[in-house]
């Protein structure tokens, strides 16, 4: 069994940090959402995956990436000249899935419990699609399924006036047989070959598709308040550690200091992780924060925010919060004081406040 994980796509949600990177390279508690996939196929026994990249982010994931071999697997990476929909994408790898069964990933995507136990109910059901569903408010804004009993009647990819509450989630489990389905279908009203089409191609053909009801939590990263609920979420499970340098400092709760940063006169209250070589200087960082490598918060508080790499917020009287900041933002404090700040700045931003 192989693995295809999609990080195509331009991102135009998450704009403008997706102007200067892949989306799938956005970090949630320091770690690219691209990766918690990869891992995820690794962790169910896939050691063949191959990456679906666009060409103007292509580079970027194949050197976030590598060959795969720290994560246990063998990446290859097929480009899709046009984000032309997941059956497109499917079609475009077909060479590098032959014949074989496959997990279909979205690459921006995170799922609780990994899909170990799933991978083994699809071999075990020896159905020919198996999909995950998940009860959402907003239906109309996903691909949706109607089933009957246990069976799967009919699927919309964001129907105007939806027949259920079920939506579609970003793992999938096909045979080969989804690729005669990808090449029978004609591009939607938006023009993509959509990946509903081809499953509801494979329903209609008689074969059998299984749903199975998601318990855990589900997240599409593709938008700031998605994210921001990703990175509490895993903060939430992760254990407190702490490598880094403490200097007249307090660490209140899980939080994870890596090796290399170093706080001074600063409190962070978790759930929080600090990346290597950050450094805190009079801070406070509160829950559900994650500050990435060689970042400098100096005299100013930041909370529920993702900050990337190389990122700068300094004297600032008011609170940076459910924000999200690029690689290398610079945000201080030039004249009068505000209350709040609220921010979703693209990479190499300077803001000054008034």
């Known amino acids: 069994m192989k693995g295809l994980i999609l990080s195509g796509g331009k991102g135009t949600r998450m704009r403008p940090i997706t102007h200067t990177s892949a989306k799938q390279l956005i970090p949630v508690a320091n770690k690219p959402v691209l990766f918690y996939g990869i891992e995820a196929l690794a962790t169910a026994g896939i050691e063949d995956v191959g990456i679906v990249i666009a060409p103007e982010t292509g580079d970027e994931i ?51 419990g990994g899909i170990v136990d799933l991978v083994e109910r699809f071999k075990t059901a020896k159905c020919d699609a198996l999909i995950l569903l998940t009860p959402v408010p907003d239906p109309e804004n996903y691909g949706v399924a109607e089933l009957d009993g246990d069976r799967v009647v009919r699927l ?49 053909s008689g074969l059998r598709v299984e749903p199975h009801i998601v318990s855990g939590w589900w ?9 921001l609920e990703a990175n509490r979420l895993i903060l939430d499970v992760m254990e407190a550690r702490c490598d880094g340098t403490l200097e007249d400092s307090q660490l209140d709760g899980r939080v994870v200091v890596a090796a290399g940063a170093r706080l001074e006169r600063s409190t962070v209250r978790g759930p ?23 970042c400098l918060i100096e005299s100013a508080e930041v909370e529920n925010s993702i900050l990337l790499a190389g990122s700068e917020v300094r004297r600032l009287d008011g609170r940076v919060e459910s924000s999200l900041l690029g690689r290398n933002v610079r945000i201080g404090r030039s004249g009068r004081q505000p209350r709040a700040y609220r921010f979703m700045l693209g990479d190499n931003s300077e803001v000054r406040v008034p």
Do not use: C, W
Not at 81 to 102: I, R, W
């Open 62 to 112: 194949r050197e976030a990436a590598g060959d795969g071999s720290r994560f246990g697997v063998r990446i290859t990476y097929i480009v899709q000249d046009e984000p032309a929909g997941l059956a497109h994408a499917v079609l475009t790898a077909e060479p590098f899935l032959g014949a074989d069964s496959f997990v279909m990933y979205l690459g921006d995507n995170l799922l609780q």
């Open 156 to 204: 919309v990819e964001k129907p105007r006036s939806p027949v259920s509450d079920l939506a579609l989630v970003g793992v999938y489990m096909f045979t080969a047989s989804v690729h005669e389905a990808a090449r029978a279908i004609t591009p939607s009203a938006r023009g993509e070959l959509e990946i509903t089409d081809a499953i509801q191609y494979l329903v209609d």
């Open 219 to 227: 997240k599409d990263t593709g938008q700031l308040a998605d994210m």
């Open 272 to 294: 929080a992780i600090i990346g290597g070589g950050a450094r805190l200087i009079d801070a406070y960082v509160g829950p559900y924060t994650a500050i990435g490598e060689r």
